[in-house]
């Protein structure tokens, strides 16, 4: 496994920039956030402007990327039209894992499930795989669904963030069912009533994950995925856990 961490960690500094401070706190590799409600990297701009893009990431002074973080909020076939586009880029920087939200509570599961294949059929043409993302306010953050998912999608893998099992409802739910599932991680510290605090003051056992992964051969990334807060030292914090995931592995 390897430690990276992802761009959305400074999301107001262009991605150059990122990529600098990525380098100076010692990551290797770098998640890359593609979000349509960001200024970073939207893939409405890839689409539009896809050679200028595929430069940038290019750039990343040695850093590998280890996946691309996508959120595109178009619908119908400019959602398609967009993501086929992110795929090219990933195909362009030899990129293979795509991370997406799964739909919005009360979405109908016939109706995701459609959506997932289609995703996947554009991904697998290009050599890269959709994840997705456990996370809260989504189908995703059920274990049991994302299971049913990943079982009626071939394909179709996880992006595990245990952050947001602890945080829901579903806490009590054992998500060693999605392992074998496992694509991708996104990591920070966190306790049942607070998605975010400062490393070594949550709930998070990295150890126990690690160990988990390890047993179904997982040999990817451990991304490390914050969202910047007035009472945080953001550099502070990831060096901090990128230090701590080093010593575990």
């Known amino acids: 496994m390897i430690v990276a961490a992802s761009t959305g960690c400074f999301p107001e500094i262009p991605i150059p920039e990122v990529i600098e401070v990525l380098s100076d706190l010692e990551f290797t590799a770098v998640e890359i956030v593609l979000d349509d409600a960001g200024t970073q990297m939207p893939p409405s701009r890839i689409a539009d402007d896809f050679d200028e893009c595929l430069r940038l990431v290019r750039d990343t002074h040695r850093l590998d990327i280890c996946s691309y973080n996508v959120r595109i909020l178009a619908e119908g076939e400019e959602h398609y039209r967009r993501f086929e586009k992110i795929c090219d880029m990933a195909k362009a920087t030899k990129v293979v894992t795509l991370t997406i939200p799964s739909g919005e509570h009360g979405t109908p599961f016939n109706q995701e499930v459609e959506h997932l294949q289609r995703m996947v059929r554009i991904a697998e043409d290009r050599g890269a795989r959709v994840a997705i993302k456990t996370q809260m306010g989504c189908l995703s953050e059920d274990p049991d669904t994302v299971k049913n998912l990943c079982d009626y999608v071939p394909g179709v893998g996880v992006t595990l963030d245990p952050s947001h099992i602890l945080c829901s409802n579903n806490r009590n739910k054992n998500y060693e069912k999605l392992l074998k599932y496992v694509y991708h991680t996104h990591l920070r ?44 030292d953001m550099r502070q914090e990831l060096r901090k856990l990128r230090l701590l995931l080093d010593s575990l592995l």
């Open 189 to 232: 510290d966190s306790k049942k009533d607070k998605l975010q605090v400062r490393v070594g003051q949550g709930e998070i056992e990295y150890g126990r994950l690690i160990t988990q992964l390890q047993t179904v051969g997982y040999d990817r990334a451990l991304c490390v995925e914050m969202t910047p807060t007035d009472e945080m």
